[in-house]
Every structure is written in C-alpha cells, then in structure tokens.
C-alpha cells in the first residue's frame, strides 16, 4: 500500500473522534476487553500485510541511506510482531481504570462527593519512526475509553497506514466506532501545526521524538502536551560495585537497543574502580560495536585504544541513538548525582552500587522520571514494567511523570450526590 495522501481536513477528523470518544464512553470493561482480544487476533492473522507494508519502509530506509541500527530499532517489525501482540493481550488483562473511585466522603451538610476516574477523551499523538507505537497508543486508548488521532514519521508510513486498517476493521467488526482511531495519512508538515490548534476537539497532545519535535508542540499548541522520551541516560558505578555483575548489566543498557529512549549514553564511574573497570568496558562493550568519548580522567586511562575518542563538553548533553558511549570518572556519589543533574534529561539513572547509603542518596537525590539501584535504565518501559504498553515516557512532573499506561490516560471528574440540598 503505497499511500499518496489528498488533502485532508483536520477539522472533521476532529470532529468525528470526538464523537467516537463519546460512544466509547459508552462501553463496558467486558466490551473493551473483547475488541482488545480481537486486535490481538487479528494483528497475528494479518501479520504477512503489516510486515509486506513494513517491507516497504525498510527499502525505502535503506536506500536513503539510514543507519542500520536505527532501521533495525526504530523501524524493523518482524522480530517484534510477537511481542507487539502479547502487549496487546497483556492490555486486555490489565484493570480498566476508567470509573475507579479515588475518594469518597460525606459532608456534615449531606452531600456525598466521589472522585472518580474518567477518559481525557481525544488523544493527538505525533510521533518519529516506531510503526508499534501506531499499536500501543490505538489499545491503551481504546482501553481507557478514549479516541486517537494519530500522526507518524514519513519513515513508517505504509507500516502505519496498514496496521491503522487493521485497527478500524476490527473496530467496525465489532460495533465500535471506527473513527476512535484516526491516521493522517500526509507528511506534509503543516498538519502538525493544525493538529496543535485543534483544542475544540483534542484534550492532550503526546509527542515521542527527538527534542525539536517537543520544542515545536510545546512552543506552537494552544492544547496542553505532555513531553518526555528524550532519553541522556547514565549509570553510576560506585566504589562498592561488584565488576562483574556491573558489566553485563551495562552491556545490556548499551548494546541491546541503542537507538531507544531508554539506553545508556554515559558511563560514570568511581575514580577507585576505574582503572580495573574501564578498560574491561572498552573491551566487552567494543565487541559488539560500542565506541567511546572519553573525558580526560577516563581517556588517561583507555585512551590508547582506537575505539576512545576525547570527549567535548557537548557529548555528555547527546543522545547518541547508536553505539557511541560517554565515559567519566567522578571523585563519588556527589560529583556523580551533580553530573546527572547539569547534563541528564529527567528520564532514566541507574547506580550499581553495594552502599545501600550510596544508593538511598541517589534514589532520593537524582530528579528522573525512573531512578534505578543496580538494574539497567532499559527498563522503563510500559511493557517490561508490566503496564501492557505505554503511549509515552513522560519526563515532566505534571499529570503524569515516567510510562504513560492506562492510568495515566484518565483524569477525574467529581460526583457530588445530594437530596435537594442548597447551600446555606
């Protein structure tokens, strides 16, 4: 399906997923449920179409010239189609939060107040590469009861527009409105900026992509955006550190999916290890591809090694979204949580450590959406952390802060019930 886009009106694209967010809002837990589970299945029947259109994507990639770590990450679907569809069943088996009662009182006047959880209602979401995000936003929102307008990468569009089809035939198989997920099938830039403008319609905007992206929606939408995934991620070897449990921890952090929001881009480490650790890092991370920009400390130390390179000051603010890796030795847990805060992103730190005291400092101390103690920082993410899937990572302290899941597409709504009760 090579899709060529007429002109599209936002307008009535927003007016019908309002609409369609009302009639969800219609249905049951057990009816939600069903057509979760029927995604599921029909993701797997139609899996030979989703990768066919992704094919398409990859050639196109590839003749572009786009690095291979970023095709296999951020646009490869065929060694994630499994795991796509157990997500989505995970979803269906999750809680429905939508109707929860989050307080409940009774004043001394009678009136009996409820909080109670409710959709957001219309999601626009815009987003970079990751055809499964087109997947994760569409079930998590259906979940909550909420409608999507969404809006990917020229890179994934013909993965995009295929699993879209999926999604509103099953929709429309089972008595939902297909209109609760929408595509917008243009790469024209300028439907970005309309979509940012569509406050009578849409209730949250959700941007995963690089910082520009974030800047552009957070400087031009006239409806409130949620911001997070930019992802300069450290892990601080302390002193007490065991090496050899550290090591293949921070080669998964690393090298298992370098290109995602999630991964390693500096490596801290305690000056009373690094030069045991550090050389051993170059030479199990280098196998598999890792180069490295080292401060001066780190670079006294690895800078014979071809795969060192000096650092500059700008490296240790970079998301590298390959195989490149920040080193820098610290005096301690100080100088370590002092880094993080001039240079980090508020997504995800780790500290490999055996000084619970160390630990508790830089748990209590570091201000990130997801503080880790002795794990990789490759954990936060709705999936692994047991949400089904997620929509986002957010990284500011409002609304929502870390995997934006089921809950975190709710907001509440206060029931107050009296007996014609007027205040006095």
Request: charged share 25%; with cysteine; glycine share 6%.
């Amino acid at each position: 399906m090579e899709v060529v886009a007429e002109a599209i009106d936002l307008r009535q694209m927003g007016l019908r997923a309002y609409a369609a967010a009302a009639e969800l809002a219609r249905k049951s837990t057990a009816e939600k449920n069903m057509l979760i589970i029927a995604i599921a299945e029909a993701l797997k029947a139609r899996t030979g179409e989703i990768l066919a259109a992704n094919q398409r994507d990859l050639d196109l990639a590839a003749q572009n010239g786009i690095d291979p770590i970023w095709i296999r990450d951020r646009i490869a679907l065929e060694q994630r189609m499994s795991g796509i569809i157990a997500d989505v069943r995970k979803v269906a088996e999750l809680p429905d939060p939508v109707g929860d009662v989050l307080l409940e009182s009774t004043l001394e006047n009678g009136l009996q107040l409820i909080k109670r959880r409710t959709p957001l209602g219309v999601l626009g979401t815009i987003y970079e590469s990751r055809p499964n995000v087109t997947v994760d936003i569409s079930i998590l929102a259906l979940k909550t009861s909420n409608a999507v307008i969404l809006r990917g990468g020229s890179d994934v569009l013909n993965s995009n527009m295929q699993l879209t089809a999926v999604l509103q035939d099953v929709l429309a198989q089972h008595n939902f409105p297909a209109d609760a997920v929408q595509y917008i099938s243009s790469t024209d830039r300028r439907y970005v900026s309309e979509m940012l403008r569509l406050y009578e319609y849409i209730d949250m905007i959700i941007p995963r992509g690089g910082n520009g992206l974030h800047t552009f929606c957070r400087e031009n939408s006239s409806i409130p955006v949620i911001t997070g995934g930019i992802g300069v991620c450290h892990i601080f070897v302390d002193a007490s550190a065991r090496i050899d449990k550290a090591l293949p921890v921070l080669d998964n952090a690393k090298t298992q999916r370098p290109a995602v929001c999630n991964s390693m881009e500096t490596l801290l480490v305690h000056e009373s290890l690094a030069a045991e650790l550090l050389p051993q890092v170059v030479d199990v991370l280098g196998q598999a591809g890792v180069t490295f920009h080292a401060e001066q400390r780190a670079y006294d130390i690895v800078g014979a090694d071809e795969r060192v390179l000096p650092a500059s000051d700008d490296d240790f603010d970079t998301e590298w979204y390959n195989l490149t890796l920040n080193l820098k030795v610290v005096d301690d847990v100080d100088e370590a949580i002092a880094h993080v805060a001039r240079h980090g992103t508020q997504h995800s730190d780790s500290i490999l450590t055996e000084t619970e005291a160390n630990a508790e400092r830089f748990l209590n101390e570091v201000d990130s959406a997801a503080v880790y103690w002795n794990a990789s920082t490759r954990f936060t993410d709705g999936s692994a952390m047991g949400m089904g899937a997620e929509v986002a990572i957010s990284t500011q302290k409002l609304h929502a802060r870390g995997p934006m899941a089921l809950e975190e597409l709710t907001t509440y709504k206060w029931i107050v019930k009296g007996d014609y009760t007027s205040r006095s």
